[in-house]
């Protein structure tokens, strides 16, 4: 039986990283989780409180896994915030909260994973995106473009860490369920939905399904790709 995989995923509180969680932990891998609050730890499950766009946070946690298990196999970027108001309406704290986690969030994480992964045999990173990006959404002017540097930066880490065998690949879901979305009018949202080949709203299966795609042996040659729900 094949040892168990060491696997990072920030934002477990709650929504689709606490799914993640859950999924690998139910498989039997041992899951580092992290959000600005605390969370439930259960078996295989262990959770940190920070912020994302901390730098010696984030360097604490990885130093600790290190420590702890000797390696890392696989990072999932899930932490994401959004701002969902015109432009004109969107303060500069919101702008700078929206950068700082989206953006330098996923850098420090995927900088710090990949440091781990080179000591061992290599690993694999994903970042989460979102339709609102190539769908140009009215409203998610900062969101959408927070998702845009990911990509972006994605494909560049990719490139970058291809001859460390970590591969660096992206999904951006559909609308889903979420927290994120709660506080958003339910027509809206529908018609986001509406604008997609498949109308309906994503799901976790959906998510999991590419993330495990992502992470297969035999995707050793997939990398630097964005995988986007839904059909935009």
Not at 102 to 108: D, R, S
Not at 149 to 169: F, G, M
Not at 201 to 210: G, H, S
Request: proline share 4%.
């Amino acid at each position: 039986m094949a040892d168990p995989r060491v696997i990072i995923i920030t934002g477990t509180r709650a929504g689709i990283g606490h799914e993640l969680a859950r999924h690998y932990a139910d498989q039997g891998d041992l899951v580092i989780g992290c959000s600005r609050q605390p969370a439930e730890e259960f078996e295989n499950y262990h959770h940190i409180c920070l912020d994302v766009s901390d730098e010696a946070a984030v360097g604490g946690l990885f130093s600790d896994v290190w420590k702890t298990h000797g390696r890392l196999d696989v990072l999932i970027n899930n932490a994401g915030i959004a701002s969902m108001n015109h432009a004109m309406l969107t303060p500069i704290d919101t702008v700078r909260k929206v950068l700082d986690t989206n953006v330098i969030g996923t850098f420090l994480f995927a900088r710090e994973a990949a440091k781990l992964m080179m000591k061992g045999t290599g690993g694999r990173i994903v970042n989460f995106t979102t339709v609102a990006t190539p769908l140009k959404l009215e409203g998610e002017a900062i969101y959408a473009s927070s998702k845009a540097a990911v990509e972006n930066l994605t494909q560049i880490l990719a490139r970058e860490l291809a001859e460390t065998a970590i591969t660096v690949n992206a999904i951006g879901p559909a609308p889903m369920h979420t927290n994120l979305t709660r506080n958003v009018p339910a027509e809206k949202l529908q018609a986001l939905v509406d604008r997609q080949a498949i109308k309906r709203f994503a799901e976790i299966p959906d998510v999991l399904n590419v993330i495990d795609f992502f992470l297969r042996p035999e995707s050793a040659m997939v990398t630097g790709q964005v995988v986007y729900l839904g059909g935009v």
